[in-house]
């Protein structure tokens, strides 16, 4: 019988008072958290707590109770917070955890002091504040004394070295657990020894990278091994699928993909089997890292579009900002260069204003590495200089070496210009002087510099640079004629180009524009730049495009008597999804007969077509279609359909 059963058998006397039965509750909350089950913990304080982050009953508690009732709802408020991805779980745990500590100080209980205090740094360190998380924890160890409490030392020192970890101070986090060894070999806790040989293989991982000793790799594929198994020991399923997700990531790294997929798969299906959404997306974020090293960007791409939708309800920052940074690499990949270098920059600011300043370093180094011809020199260069500055204190090789690879990248092109700037005689700088050539080479300059500004749009790239058609340039661009193909990279694919972003092709010759703009469109979606994009294409066809960025909003506009000639919806928004509005729209005799085209990347062309659906587009690779598609279907005279 567990001590939690024990003590629940107690909690049926009728002669306990409030106060004793919240100490008891407290007792039997904190044995099912340390065994992992969470919503067991959550049940046995119902009669206290209302739910994540609301300040529990403390009414007729002694002070004593009242602060252990705060650790506990607190630990739970964070817990339950980073599984369901909820908005300032985090915050409010902390508010909660920290009143604790000042009523255990007020009463001298340094030992309970401690343990809140480790709750309180768990907080910092799932919202990416590795430093603020270091300095409590290191708190935490002052308060207890030296050889008590030996297990609740061991935990604060587990995670002070998950935290060494995050920030890349690996060879910290291998001293911290060196010199721990022993007291986890002879413990006799299989959780305790499941974290001890998890975090160790953490450390082997990054230093066997470090350093190239195969080795530390060899050894840290064992010690992952042992983590699993003691966590299946102790019972503890979401450490497990931790250890599965981490053993998953080291295969990967050393280009072992069908066996990091193998245990990824069990990892998500540990964790699916729990509901624990916000690591379920970490898992998938790995398996978007894996899936793009394997070349098949697709699947990654959806994969981390999923993992970063997930993550972005909640507010562990520094898990979303290193999301982000994979999917801005997926991006490039991919072709879409405007969205890659904005999701980049929004991952380096977001881990950056959350603490974490290594994400924040490494999501700078994608965005030179993806980018370094699409930025102009002063942007890379103030890149450069603030991801040297964040990163100054790593000890990861691997983050040095592209570091270093960046600064040698940036100095030979400004070596590169600096060496047609050197002065030469009048007779060595007029020998084979060709005007033809230095006009060519300085139109090419303000025309990369456009393409730069213009995002890789040709048509504001020519408005840039004073051209009154964009064919213009676009032909200068052209990679079989162009006098300046060699600057056709910078240019976005069509599928992602903001203004040009549908194939404009498709426009119907002889198309009276003074009639067209009759047509009214509505477009509900919640991505500016694609949103932007359709309206600026659609409208320069004469037709009137209206946007909306919320499913809620747009379901008022749909059920109003605003004219509308055709809906053109995404899937995944907010408030009411695409389905849930080509329903309504089927449903309204005024609607009922309005085209509907589904622009989305969600798999639900079959539910789409039932719900009503005229025409589904998958972006991005039918985006392209979407003008042709709406011509289609406002001149075709679809049964059963009116304005």
């Not at 010690?223 to 299946?232: I, L, M, N, V």
């Not at 960007?297 to 993550?311: D, K, M, N």
């Not at 059920?559 to 809906?567: F, G, I, N, P, V």
């Amino acid at each position: 019988m567990t001590l939690a059963e024990t003590l629940l058998k107690q909690l049926e006397n009728p002669a306990l008072s409030r106060d004793e039965r919240a100490q008891l509750q407290c007792q039997i909350a904190a044995d099912f958290e340390h065994r992992g089950e969470y919503e067991s913990a959550r049940d046995a304080l119902a009669e206290l707590w209302q739910g994540v982050g609301e300040r529990p009953a403390l009414e007729g508690l002694a002070e004593l109770t009242a602060a252990e009732v705060l650790l506990r709802v607190g630990s739970l408020s964070a817990w339950f917070g980073s599984v369901g991805q909820i908005v300032e779980a985090q915050e409010k745990a902390k508010d909660l955890i920290t009143e604790s500590i000042t009523r255990f100080q007020a009463m001298g209980e340094t030992t309970r002091v401690a343990a809140a205090r480790s709750e309180l740094g768990l907080c910092y360190r799932r919202a990416g504040s590795y430093d603020d998380a270091r300095v409590v924890y290191q708190e935490a160890l002052r308060e207890l004394a030296d050889g008590v409490e030996k297990e609740l030392r061991a935990k604060i020192l587990l995670r002070l070295v998950i935290v060494e970890s995050l920030s890349g101070r690996y060879k910290d986090a291998l001293r911290i657990l060196t010199n721990e060894t022993q007291f986890f070999e002879e413990s006799a806790n299989d959780f305790l020894k499941g974290k001890f040989h998890n975090e160790l293989a953490c450390a082997l991982t990054s230093l066997g990278q470090a350093e190239h000793r195969p080795d530390y790799t060899d050894r840290a594929i064992i010690e992952y091994t042992a983590a699993s198994h003691h966590f299946e020991q102790a019972g503890h399923t979401s450490y497990r699928a931790s250890a599965e997700n981490n053993l998953g990531f080291l295969l990967y790294t050393i280009g072992r993909y069908e066996e990091a997929h193998e245990h990824l798969n069990a990892a998500r299906r540990l964790f699916a089997d729990m509901q624990n959404q916000g690591r379920i997306a970490q898992v998938d974020e790995t398996r978007a890292r894996v899936l793009l090293a394997q070349g098949r960007l697709h699947p990654a791409e959806s994969a981390i579009r999923e993992a970063v939708r997930v993550l972005s309800k909640g507010d562990e920052h520094g898990l979303l900002a290193e999301a982000r940074t994979t999917q801005g690499r997926i991006l490039s990949r991919l072709g879409n260069f405007v969205e890659s270098l904005s999701t980049l920059r929004r991952a380096a600011d977001l881990a950056e204003e959350a603490g974490a300043v290594e994400d924040a370093g490494r999501a700078l180094l994608s965005l030179m590495e993806e980018h370094t011809d699409r930025i102009i020199e002063d942007e890379l260069l103030e890149t450069y200089e603030r991801a040297h500055n964040l990163l100054k204190e790593t000890q990861d090789a691997d983050t040095i070496t592209r570091l270093r690879a960046c600064a040698m990248r940036i100095i030979s092109n400004r070596r590169a210009v600096l060496s047609q700037r050197r002065v030469r005689s009048l007779a060595d700088f007029w020998a084979n002087f060709d005007l033809n050539e230095k006009i060519h080479t300085y139109e090419a300059r303000y025309v990369r510099q456009a393409l730069i500004d213009g995002e890789g749009s040709v048509t504001r790239a020519a408005r840039l640079l004073g051209l009154h058609h964009h064919a213009t340039l676009a032909a200068m661009l052209d990679e079989a004629q162009g006098r300046h193909k060699d600057l056709a990279h910078l240019r976005t694919p069509p599928e992602t180009r903001k203004q040009s972003i549908i194939n404009r092709s498709s426009r119907r010759p002889g198309r009276p524009r003074s009639k067209a703009r009759t047509i009214n469109i509505l477009c509900v979606e919640d991505y500016p730049p694609v949103a932007d994009a359709v309206k600026e294409t659609l409208e320069e066809l004469g037709w009137a495009v209206e946007l909306c960025g919320d499913g809620a909003e747009a379901m008022r506009k749909i059920e109003s008597k605003a004219r509308y000639h055709l809906l053109i919806l995404d899937n995944q928004l907010p408030g009411k999804d695409g389905l849930e509005l080509a329903r309504r729209a089927q449903q309204l005799p005024h609607r009922r007969r309005t085209p509907i085209i589904m622009l989305s990347a969600s798999d639900v062309e079959r539910d789409a077509l039932r719900a009503g659906v005229n025409a589904f587009l998958r972006k991005p690779q039918d985006i392209r279609r979407l003008t042709a598609t709406v011509t289609r279907l406002l001149t075709k005279d679809l049964p059963g359909r009116s304005e």
